[in-house]
C-alpha cells in the first residue's frame, strides 16, 4: 500500500501570499493527481503529473519521481483558494487506481 | 456532456435498511469507482470497475456490493446499513490518455445511518 503524507494539514495565509502543500508517497508511481476539494463541495482534479512541472493560472504542480514527492504551489493567493488540497498517486501507466493523501486545508484571508 | 452523475445527494438510512446509490456517467469512461470519504481519513476505495461485466474489490468492500452492466452505471448496493457507514460517497470515473488515467468526480451522496 502506498502510504502518502502532506504537509501541512492546515495552512493559514494572507492573500497575496506564497503557498506550498507538499506530498510525499512509499511506492513508486507513475502518475499523480493533485486535487481540490471546497468546503461541502465535490472534488475537481488540478493536476495529472508524471514528471517534471506544471503549470495552470496561479497553481503550478512538481514532481520527483526518483524522490517520491511533489509540491503544489499557489502563487499571489486569494479567498477563493481556500480549500482542501489532495495529493493522489497513481493513476498511470499500469496502476490506474489512487491512493489518497488526508489533504491540506488551506484558508486564505482577505 | 453532464459528466458523473450521483443520486440522491442526501439519504437517511435506518440500520438494516438497504439501498442503492447511483452513478451515471456520459463520457464513456472504462474506470468507474466508488470511494468514501470520512473525516481525518483520506478518500478509501470501495470498489471499482475496469469495464462492463468487471468488478473487482477495493480497501473497504465490507457491507457493499456493486455491478457493471452497461458503460455508463455503476450502482453501490448497501445490503444492510450500519451506522459505521455514514460517510460521503463519491463515484469517479477515468479514461487513459498515453497511459495516464484523467480521474472525474462525482458531486457525492452524503448518507447518514442512524
Known amino acids: 500500500k502506498n502510504e502518502v503524507e502532506q504537509s501541512p494539514q492546515n495552512l493559514t495565509a494572507q492573500e497575496g501570499e506564497f503557498i506550498t502543500i507538499n506530498c510525499s508517497y512509499s511506492v513508486g508511481i507513475s502518475a499523480l493527481h493533485w486535487l481540490q476539494q471546497h468546503p461541502g463541495g465535490g472534488i475537481v482534479s488540478l493536476f495529472m503529473l508524471s514528471s517534471g512541472k506544471k503549470k495552470h493560472g496561479r497553481l503550478i504542480a512538481t514532481i520527483n519521481i526518483q524522490e517520491k514527492h511533489s509540491s503544489l504551489h499557489i502563487t499571489a493567493s486569494h479567498p477563493r483558494d481556500s480549500a482542501v488540497y489532495i495529493c493522489a498517486p497513481g493513476g498511470g501507466g499500469s496502476n490506474y487506481k489512487l491512493t489518497f493523501g488526508k489533504g491540506t486545508l488551506l484558508t486564505v484571508n482577505p | 456532456n453532464a459528466g458523473v452523475t450521483q443520486t440522491p445527494k442526501f439519504q437517511v438510512l435506518k440500520t438494516g435498511q438497504s439501498m442503492t446509490l447511483q452513478c451515471a456517467q456520459d463520457m464513456n469512461h472504462e474506470y468507474m469507482s466508488w470511494y468514501r470519504q470520512d473525516p481525518g481519513m483520506g478518500l478509501r476505495l470501495i470498489h471499482y470497475?475496469?469495464?462492463?461485466?468487471?468488478?473487482d474489490q477495493g480497501e473497504v468492500p465490507n457491507g457493499y456490493n456493486v455491478s457493471r452492466s452497461t458503460t455508463e452505471d455503476f450502482p453501490l448496493r448497501l445490503l444492510s446499513a450500519a451506522p459505521s457507514q455514514t460517510s460521503v460517497y463519491f463515484c469517479?470515473?477515468?479514461?487513459?490518455?498515453?497511459?495516464?488515467?484523467?480521474?472525474?468526480f462525482g458531486p457525492g451522496t452524503r448518507l447518514t445511518v442512524t
Open positions: 469517479a470515473s477515468s479514461y487513459s490518455l498515453t497511459g495516464q488515467y484523467e480521474q472525474y
Open positions: 470497475s475496469v469495464g462492463a461485466g468487471i468488478t
